[in-house]
Structures are given as structure tokens and as C-alpha cells.
């Protein structure tokens, strides 16, 4: 008994420790789990309030490869996106999940998220193009 028990406790904390390490928890709700378990890869994108011209770029090409290049993936249950204003009480939840205070962008895979949020505010309103294309090789390369 006491071998199970010590063997339970070790797969435990294996679990916590990895989740500390990638930054991701388990969902926090049961329509969390339920999106996840829909979708190979998510997108999300961060916003608050005030937003400058990049943040509204960020969006609005994510969106547009989304409901374009992506929106058979988006069909067949493989890629979500999803917006989420940090500054209401739902969104706080899930920016503290991700550990986000400003505006961000993520890919999220079952085996972790990924922050392109640098990339994101390099590359969207200077040079969208190269924007689209590298954030779909990243989602392309996710699912397969």
C-alpha cells in the first residue's frame, strides 16, 4: 500500500512539475476541456481595453487567416481561434492561465502553448504577408 501510494504521489507531482515547466495547467472548466478536446490547435489572441494600431492588426490578419486559408481546418474541428479581453472578469481567468497582462498572441497544442506575441507585433501591421504565412506554417505544423 505504501508503494502505491508513494508511486501516486511521484506521478502527481511529475504532472504539477510539467505543467509549471510549459506554462500550461490543466482546463480551468469543463467548456475548456470540451474546446480542447475539439480542437488540435487554438489560437488565441489577447486583448485589453485600449488598444494601439499593431494590437488591432494582430487581430484582424489572425482573423482573416483564420476565415480564409484556415477556414477548412476551422471546418473540419482542427483549428479555433478565439479572442479574449483580459480586462473582463472571463477573460482575467484565462490571461491567468496563460500568465498574459498585455496584448498577446498564442498557439495552443495538447502538448503545449507557444507565444508568438513578439513575432506577432514584428510582423502584423508592418508586413502582414509574412504575418499570415509563418503563423500558418506554425498551426500547419501543429496538427500534423
Known amino acids: 500500500m505504501k508503494k502505491i501510494t508513494i508511486m501516486l504521489l511521484a506521478a502527481l507531482l511529475s504532472t504539477a512539475t510539467i505543467s509549471a515547466c ?3 495547467s490543466t482546463p480551468e472548466t469543463e467548456k475548456e476541456t470540451v474546446a480542447k478536446q475539439e480542437a488540435a490547435v487554438e489560437i488565441i489572441y489577447f486583448h485589453g481595453k485600449q488598444r494601439c494600431k499593431t494590437c488591432i492588426a494582430i487581430e484582424k490578419e489572425t482573423k482573416a487567416l483564420v476565415e480564409g486559408e484556415l477556414a477548412e481546418l476551422v471546418k473540419k ?5 478565439r479572442i479574449v479581453d483580459f480586462s ?8 491567468s492561465k496563460y500568465r ?5 498572441l498564442f498557439v495552443v497544442t495538447p502538448s503545449g502553448a507557444e507565444d ?3 513575432f506577432a ?3 502584423a501591421r508592418s508586413n502582414p504577408k509574412e504575418f499570415r504565412k509563418e503563423l500558418k506554417n506554425k498551426v500547419v505544423k501543429a496538427i500534423e
Open 22 to 24: 510549459t506554462g500550461i
Open 77 to 81: 474541428g482542427k483549428v479555433k481561434f
Open 88 to 95: 473582463t472578469d472571463e477573460g482575467k481567468k484565462i490571461a
Open 100 to 104: 498574459v497582462t498585455f496584448s498577446s
Open 116 to 118: 508568438l506575441t513578439r
Open 121 to 123: 507585433f514584428a510582423n
